[in-house]
């Protein structure tokens, strides 16, 4: 089985990944940080130099060979990774994943993402809490279309981590 975390940023896909991965026994990858290794720079710089189309495109290609590999591994997506291509479709397709939605309530969202907003590039031009929450949003509205496709759906909004993967563990 490969389990597949999706969710907006600052969901906590990348911590519920590694200790979901852990309980499980399972090889842990984040797609950015695989992104990141296949073209040998920051996501960040990516963006800022190649834009979000030519980032979108290697996202696709990188996520196509991970589903390819023979092994089973947790992998947790980038927020927008659903949304674009025919990313949706692959994972949907492939009998051997089950994708988790980790939702979470927008005003958590805000709070969690504002601090750090720097180090995320589709966010780092947001000023105030008021913009931000504004632009996440707009972003949960039209993304929740491919996110409530997934087969498990959990609300961690008031979820620790150890919570959210006990949860998980219960449900696969």
Not at 66 to 80: C, K, T, V, Y
Not at 82 to 101: F, G, M, Q, S, T
Not at 136 to 154: A, M, N, T, W
């Amino acid at each position: 089985m490969k389990i597949v975390l999706c969710g907006y940023m600052g969901s906590g896909k990348s911590q519920v990944g590694r200790l979901l991965a852990s309980k499980l026994g399972l090889v842990f990858f984040d797609l950015d940080d695989q992104i990141e290794i296949n073209q040998q720079k920051s996501i960040k710089k990516i963006f800022s130099e190649k834009g979000e189309i030519f980032f979108r495109k290697k996202e696709n290609e990188v996520l196509k060979e991970l589903l390819n590999a023979p092994e089973n591994f947790i992998l947790s997506l980038g927020g927008g990774t659903p949304c674009y291509a025919d990313n949706l479709e692959i994972l949907k397709n492939n009998k051997e994943v089950r994708l988790i939605y980790l939702k979470v309530e927008l005003n958590k969202l805000t709070k969690r993402l504002f601090n750090e907003k720097e180090k995320r590039p589709l966010i780092s031009g947001q000023e105030s809490r008021e913009s931000l929450n504004d632009f996440i949003r707009k972003h949960l509205f039209e993304r929740q279309y491919y996110y409530l496709q997934s087969d498990i759906i959990l609300d961690v909004s008031e979820l620790s981590i150890e919570e959210t993967v006990n949860s998980l563990v219960k449900q696969l």
